[in-house]
């Protein structure tokens, strides 16, 4: 990671301007060409920051957000995870729901830390399987995972972004191999 320490920790609500920041610049950079560019350039950080306040006030702390700061105290990533999402129902499986880095932390170890971690707690937690969606066309990111030994296990299904439907490919990763 270049030198840079980076601490694991719980996001906070005083988090949230920095997290939204680090999402819309993660989406910004990471789906360029693959959803709609004036959906992208409407990405609002303040509207975005409010949705992660309310979700950390009013959540019923299913869901785990982590930030990885860098040393000086520096937010550069951004994880959220919890229960695996089956339409309105919960399964025993985990799902990560998102992991976005500040671009120029790509390639830096950040999202291998959040990652890791995730998957270290979904593991410890007793989940037999973790599950993440992710655009078919994000190869950086498919690489990413499978590199992390996770494996796209055939099910796909459209995402709607700004009136255009994206295909996301599931990712799963069998957590009792962490645990052994």
């Known amino acids: 990671m270049n030198g840079d320490r980076l601490d694991i920790r719980a996001m906070t609500v005083a988090?949230?301007?920095?997290?939204?920041?680090?999402?819309?610049?993660?989406?910004?950079?990471?789906?360029?060409?693959?959803?709609?560019?004036?959906?992208?350039?409407?990405?609002?950080?303040?509207?975005?920051?409010?949705?992660?306040?309310?979700?950390?006030?009013?959540?019923?702390?299913?869901?785990?957000?982590?930030?990885?700061?860098?040393?000086?105290?520096?937010?550069?990533?951004?994880?959220?995870f919890g229960p695996y999402r089956d339409g309105d129902t919960r399964t025993e499986d985990a799902e990560l729901y998102a992991l976005y880095l500040l671009p120029e932390r790509i390639g830096r170890g950040v999202g291998r830390a959040l990652l890791g971690e995730a998957v270290r707690r979904c593991s410890a937690a007793g989940h037999a399987r973790m599950y993440l969606w992710v655009l078919r066309g994000n190869t950086r990111a498919r690489r990413f995972y499978a590199c992390a030994g996770f494996c796209a296990d055939g099910a796909e299904e459209p995402f709607e972004v700004g009136g255009v439907s994206v295909p996301e490919v599931r990712y799963a990763k069998d957590l009792a191999a962490v645990r052994g």
Do not use: F, K, M, T
């Open 15 to 80: 988090d949230c301007d920095r997290v939204a920041e680090i999402r819309v610049r993660g989406w910004q950079h990471a789906y360029r060409g693959l959803v709609p560019q004036p959906y992208l350039d409407g990405l609002d950080v303040a509207a975005d920051a409010e949705r992660h306040r309310e979700r950390l006030l009013s959540g019923d702390g299913s869901a785990v957000n982590l930030v990885a700061e860098a040393d000086g105290g520096e937010l550069a990533g951004w994880a959220a």
